[in-house]
């Protein structure tokens, strides 16, 4: 067990070596635009002034209002913002999506319990994802197999690489905690006696011990736990790495570690911030171009003077109500005693005009100009609504695409996992026949899918209307647009509540029902026609046949 220990240190050692100048430039980073994170190569007091370095703000509030509006748009908490869904839409009948509808109000309930920190954990991430493009989150069951624990991680600290296919598959992260972290993580037996000893004098309960959470695909690892043990994907390790002590290994049937990447680049497995990329050099200018500014706009309202030498008796006051004695001998005619030097101030609009500019490439940079869904003009045509929704769609794409498959659909599908294994969706047997074996996907509510979602339920109305044309013209077209599948796929794509809507046999049963007793109403409506005709003709009948016996009996 020790030669692994020593083998995953060195392996650990070698993938945070390797990045050493990466941390260099995410210091820059953070420096610039994230100064709370700004703690890479430095190590930060409590109390240490946070951006005392900058000369404005504008860059740190496009990135928090990036990072805010990841949360607010793609996660919000007054909205279902995901669904658990059939792989394959055909298995999705009637029960099968009441269960799916259920097992995700489960899986919400579960994630957003208080103990589950999930707020806390994504919106540390967001921020980190919108300024470095990366984001560590650790999805487990906690201590007491009780609750979801989600914690986010200081990129400093964690290092990965991918597999041949592009996958992350290996997570080494850095650990320091206390002897008394460590007891109330681990059993006392698991420790270290160096760490138990310390547990028993008391006084060295807030000693810190460097320790490795590792994580390995299962070939990487030759543990004794493989004796006889179920072989999972990965294997979760911890190491006390000041002892070379294995406090725990054990078997897992996921990464443990979501790490959603932005913009990713070949060759390289950590990713970097399209937006900070592209903002970088305008922050670093809109920095000295606001200390340039600030400094003329203070020589504008307190300019540097001249002074004539051996005239002023004492300091010169500058300020309000201020009095500046002068020698009673100067002569005045020499030229004044205290005079500001004379400046061209021309120059500032200018200054102020490159600044916005500056701004506004930041604030584009940062797509805070497209995060909101752009609103229909006055007597638009249903044409030129669609046109615009095609155009926020392609502006936004960037933004939300890898948010929502990297991040909140690895998010889920490892919560989803762990729930499953946990028991909360119930039985085996109280899966719907037509779920049975099936694979689960997400589907998630956005600006994005609200937006396609609105092309649908526009071609529908656009099938409308070319429906009521053709009718105009020739009633024979109304067979050739089937009206209630094009019903229930509108619905569907609005996401209206599976309980609101009928089952397709039920449905379809329904309609042929009705449709048989229309049938019969209009057969008993053809009968009473042919009574209501015939009544004429068997009077006149009943009056020939009275006549006859009339004339019979005279």
Sequence with gaps: MLENARDLIRRGDQLLGKRENLLNLWQEIAENFYPERADFIVKRSIGDEFAGNLSTSYPLLARRDLGNSIGGMLRPTAKEWFSIRAAREEREDQPAKMWLETMTQRMKRAMYDRAAKFNRATKECDHDWAAFGNGVISVELNRAQTNLLYRNWHLRDVAWCENAEGEIDTVHRKWKPTAYDLAGTFRAEKLHPTVQACLKRGED??????????????????????????????????IDKDNEHVIEERPVWNRIYVIPRWQTVSGSQYAHSA???????????????????????????????????????????????????????????????????????????????????????????????????????????AYEVGQRIQEYIRQALPLFEPVETDYNGELCDITFDLLRRAGVFGSVNEIPESLQGADVQFRFESPLHEAIERQRGQKFVEVRDTLAVAMQIDQINNPNVDTQTAL??????????????????????????AAQKAQGQQMMAQAAQIAEAAKPAAEASKAMAEAEAVRAAA
């Design 275 to 381: 937006a900070v990329v592209a903002a970088f050099p305008d922050a670093r200018l809109v920095q000295a171009m606001t200390y340039t500014l600030l400094e003329a706009g203070e020589k504008a309202t307190n300019p540097p003077l001249i002074a004539t030498k051996n005239a002023i008796r004492g300091d010169v006051a500058m300020y309000a109500g201020g009095i500046t004695w002068v020698d009673n001998e100067y002569d005045e005619r020499l030229g004044e005693v205290l005079r500001p030097i004379s400046q061209d101030l021309s120059g500032m609009p200018i200054g102020i005009d490159m600044q916005r500019d500056t701004r506004a490439m930041i604030s584009e940079a940062f797509f805070l100009n497209k995060l909101s869904l752009p609103p229909p003009g006055k007597d638009m045509t």
């Design 205 to 238: 309960l807030y000693k810190e011990f460097e320790c490795r959470h590792v994580v390995v695909p299962w070939d990487q690892y030759d543990g004794p736990y493989r004796k006889g043990s179920v072989r999972t994907p990965f294997v979760s390790i911890y």
């Design 488 to 513: 229930r796929d509108v619905l569907n794509g609005i996401h209206a509540p599976a309980k609101w809507l009928r089952d397709e046999r039920a449905v379809e049963q329904m309609m042929a029902d």
